[in-house]
Nanobody
Framework: QVQLVESGGGLVQAGGSLRLSCAASGRTFSNYRLGWFRQAPGKEREFVAALNWIISSTYYADFVEGRFTISRDGVKNTVYLQMNSLKPEDTAVYYC????????????????WGQGTQVTVSS
């Protein structure tokens, strides 16, 4: 059974940093793409960043503007999202997802999802 478990969310002031973690288990993810999405209240889920597990190529949403970095630890089977220079508009529930094929930025391309972790950025 595939499990994705996020952690690392919390409350931070604008300009601060957080590192989200996504521990993946239940299968080999070498042919998968791992992604981060977020959803703010009243808004649709949106793509944040993605990483191809085996070749470590990365993709980012335009709004990231160099503030976030996605990475992985193959030994721990964990994907990270380092978020710096956080803004109040980054406040959302952040979800980790795994999938193959399709478009990296579409939530429809992901088969497995974590439960989400809340990130709140105060002004």
């Amino acid at each position: 059974q595939v499990q994705l478990v996020e952690s690392g969310g919390g409350l931070v002031q604008a300009g601060g940093s957080l590192r989200l973690s996504c521990a993946a288990s239940g299968r080999t993810f070498s042919n998968y793409r791992l992604g981060w999405f977020r959803q703010a209240p009243g808004k649709e889920r949106e793509f944040v960043a993605a990483l191809n597990w085996i070749i470590s190529s990365t993709y980012y949403a335009d709004f990231v503007e160099g503030r976030f970095t996605i990475s992985r630890d193959g030994v721990k089977n964990t994907v990270y999202l380092q978020m710096n220079s956080l803004k109040p508009e980054d406040t959302a529930v952040y979800y980790c997802a795994a999938g193959r094929g399709g478009t990296y930025s579409s939530h429809l391309s992901y088969d497995y999802w974590g439960q989400g972790t809340q990130v709140t950025v105060s002004s």
